[in-house]
């Protein structure tokens, strides 16, 4: 493996320490923090906004600073230092970030920027953008010159609003099967090709004979794993306008109905946040539901293992499942929009797209995919192949201002169906009834 290859031991350390949080794993999911303290070029902050930030360099030199805000996420102190001084040989800025714990960051971003004490770039999640632009607080930015075309479907429609454009993305991730090939040729199963995706009775034989008393044959979390398998057979929480909960839809049903038996006798067992890999990585489990991202965790293992595409359901087109990542958007008002835009630029730039590999996630822009960058990565790393192509297939989360709600509600649905609590059409029609008041 070459120099310019994240070894698996880097991987790891970029993304160990993922938060048990589902939404906090759509923080980046590198891996999230919610420890203050200071630290030389990624501090902590604490709630109140004290942390000292770090820049590249702090000696000044009559140089411009652009400030920028985010969640403090240790798993991205590299890249950010390298952002830093990359910014600032480019435009003559220094980058000043400031840092807060994730349970208070999305609550002391929104009181700032609608009181105009914005920074001049703060980092989105992706459940967050449909809220700032619904209320005005955002610019839009295709009126600013940047062009949604450029992306890859989930990364424009998960940076927009009403078909209007409020942020862009650092990078975009998918969700995936990993399998351990050891397992599969014990239990006299092929090893399946990584670039199809199974059908859901190939996957239900694989759960039948990878299964046991003693062992689960997948591992998955428990909402995030149903909502893979509702979008792979064509369902998804709303319908194509955002006019109507769709959660309930015969093609979601048949998904909680398919893997249901499998929970109730343990062949499928759920684990919040990252613990459905630690049971893969410890050799529990034949499979598990997987991030792109966690890569680097997977290789520094002695498992021969492979990623494998989401199960396609009997009404699905392809395999699917939500893509998140990083975004980064301006103020409205209280921020050098000049400097802020300048960021913004530059986080889309194909040098920095190229390079979002390095901490477990995937280019959100197109021309990215076709650098000698990206694409010497992917050789060196053959098995992120099926990445790159179920890329083209992750699904952007319902652009709405209260898609978080969303979530929540569906997922406490699922966790009704798994715990036995209620069948799944009556949890889901329940689902749906919440869901809608809120349209």
């Keep these: 493996m070459s120099d310019d290859t994240l070894s698996r031991r880097q991987y790891l350390q970029l993304t160990s320490g993922a938060s048990v949080a589902a939404m906090a794993g759509l923080a980046g999911c590198t891996g999230s923090s919610d420890g203050g303290g200071s630290e030389n070029t990624d501090s902590g902050g ?7 930030g770090d820049s590249d360099d702090s000696s000044g030199g009559g140089s411009s600073s652009l400030s920028v805000w985010a969640w403090n996420d240790p798993g991205l102190k590299d890249a950010r230092q390298e952002q830093a001084s990359e910014f600032k040989n480019q435009q003559s800025a220094s980058v000043e970030w400031q840092y807060y714990p994730w349970s208070d960051y999305l609550s002391k971003l929104t009181s700032s920027v609608s009181a105009g004490e914005a920074p001049d770039s703060m980092a989105l999640s992706v459940l967050w953008t449909p809220r700032f632009g619904d209320r005005g607080t955002v610019p839009n930015l295709g009126e600013m010159g940047f062009d949604s075309s450029q992306f890859l479907p989930a990364g424009r429609d ?75 057979n064509g369902g998804s929480f709303l319908n194509d306008d955002g006019t109507e909960a769709v959660i309930n839809s015969p093609e979601a049903v048949e998904a909680a109905e398919f893997l249901n038996p499998y929970v109730q006798d343990g062949k499928v067992v759920t684990r919040p946040g990252t613990k459905d890999l630690d049971e893969f990585i410890s050799g529990n489990a034949a499979m598990a539901y997987a991030g792109c991202w966690e890569y680097g965790r997977l290789q520094d293992t002695d498992i021969d293992w492979q990623y494998v595409p989401i199960p396609k359901g009997p009404s699905g087109d392809s395999s699917h499942s939500w893509s998140a990542g990083v975004y980064y958007t301006i103020p409205s008002k209280g921020g050098n929009t000049e400097l802020g835009k300048k960021w913004l630029e530059y986080m889309i730039s194909d040098e920095v797209q190229a390079s979002v590999v390095n901490v477990g996630g995937f280019p959100a822009t197109k021309s990215a995919y076709e650098t000698d960058t990206f694409k010497s990565f992917i050789e060196e790393n053959p098995k992120l192949e099926v990445v790159e192509q179920e890329m083209e297939n992750a699904v952007s989360f319902p652009s709405h201002p209260k898609v978080g709600e969303m979530w929540t509600i569906a997922h406490t649905a699922a966790e009704r169906i798994w715990q036995g609590q209620q069948e799944p059409k009556e949890a889901l029609d329940n689902a749906a009834n919440e869901i809608g008041g809120l349209l």
């Design 46 to 52: 604490d709630s109140s906004g004290d942390s000292s």
């Design 158 to 232: 998960n940076s927009s609003y009403g078909g209007e454009l409020y942020a862009v993305p650092w990078y975009i991730d998918c969700r995936l099967i990993a399998i351990n090939k050891t397992k599969f040729e014990a239990a006299g199963l092929d090893i399946p090709d990584p670039m199809t995706a199974p059908t859901w009775e190939q996957f239900g034989s694989w759960l039948d004979a990878l299964g046991s008393d003693q062992n689960p044959a997948f591992v998955m979390a428990p909402g995030e794993g149903l909502d893979a398998f509702i979008l792979s």
